[in-house]
């Protein structure tokens, strides 16, 4: 059973940006020093004035905590680790945040730029068998066609490299956190425009062979009390719009609250799928839309004027603290 969750915490711990002097007026939205100011003493803020600022990278990373009936105990998830090998952990200690309260990584997919600092970020929370939820695709060596060939990626560590932690590898939507948070797993392609990424390779018996659909990619679901599905997702290689029926469908809740996370509509190939994924959006009516990362700055344009009420720049720093409501 899909349990629902009385107030869920996202933290945005790697991004592509940092913006620290804009704010939002919606109460739901905090950033950094907002909600430092809010969980800290004047004397441990005092000693936050010598800190460094979190950075930005090609790369994405979440943090989730979800309380379920007010539990005071949350379930920390953290979605995809950043790009380089200590970003992600550098961002966490500077806004103060404890990585040992991670009780489940969970990878959006096999690309470098979401498992960089996988290996360390492992080392530091430091659990034996801590759960690492994977799909054996991500194992793959993959790479990206361009003008002078093929440019290799960096490859996915291996499970001794990662050790302690233990691999879960699964296709299938997966529940994690107590039953709180749901992994999609592999995601039903069933829009007409969402057709993948063209220039995705992957190698297979020493040839770079297409891997137009990334079907190692999958998104995170909660399921807030009152209000409906938080949508979270890496890069959307599955396609927004395709992720977002898929959690519908896999829910049976139609309800969607928030979509949030890299939608993947950046480059020459995604950005004409802009008008239509907005499209489809608006149907959807999400009250919280954070587009992320792999989004680009045409259809984040397009995004904050189609939805002014609801669209939320994102920065490193940013805290997403949603309370659910008593429905009568």
């Not at 992720?243 to 829910?251: N, W």
């Not at 995004?303 to 609801?310: G, I, M, N, S």
Request: hydrophobic share 40%; with cysteine.
């Amino acid at each position: 059973m899909f349990r629902e969750s009385t107030r869920v915490e996202i933290f945005s711990l790697m991004d592509n940006t940092v913006d620290f002097a804009s704010y939002s007026r919606n109460p739901e939205v905090k950033t950094l020093w907002k909600w430092l100011r809010e969980r800290h003493s004047e004397e441990e803020r005092g000693a936050m004035v010598h800190r460094l600022m979190p950075v930005a990278e090609h790369g994405f990373s979440m943090l989730v905590n979800v309380f379920v009936d007010n539990d005071d105990v949350c379930r920390g998830v953290l979605f995809d680790t950043g790009v380089s090998s200590e970003g992600v952990v550098v961002n966490a200690q500077r806004m103060g945040l404890d990585l040992h309260t991670v009780d489940v990584v969970v990878l959006s997919h096999g690309h470098y730029d979401h498992f960089g600092g996988l290996q360390t970020i492992v080392k530091t929370i430091g659990k034996q068998d801590l759960p690492v939820i994977t799909h054996e695709n991500m194992f793959k060596q993959h790479g990206t066609d361009g003008p002078y060939g093929v440019r290799p990626h960096p490859v996915f560590p291996t499970p001794d490299q990662l050790s302690p932690a233990k691999i879960v590898n699964t296709k299938e939507p997966c529940l994690i956190a107590n039953r709180s948070v749901l992994v999609t797993g592999e995601i039903s392609r069933k829009t007409s425009f969402e057709r993948g990424c063209g220039l995705n390779r992957v190698l297979k018996d020493n040839n770079w062979e297409p891997d137009r659909w990334v079907l190692d990619d999958r998104a995170l679901i909660v399921n807030l009390k009152g209000r409906g599905l938080i949508v979270i997702v890496g890069c959307a290689h599955a396609g927004l719009i395709n992720t977002v029926r898929y959690a519908q469908e896999i829910t049976g809740i139609r309800r969607v609250y928030a979509v949030i996370g890299g939608f993947h509509l950046d480059g020459l190939e995604n950005e004409k799928l802009i008008s239509q994924t907005l499209g489809e959006l608006k149907q959807i009516n999400p009250q919280l839309i954070v587009p992320c990362h792999c989004t680009g700055w045409r259809a984040n344009y397009a995004l904050a004027e189609l939805f002014p009420q609801v669209y939320i720049h994102n920065s490193v720093g940013n805290l997403y603290q949603i309370e659910g409501i008593e429905e009568f």
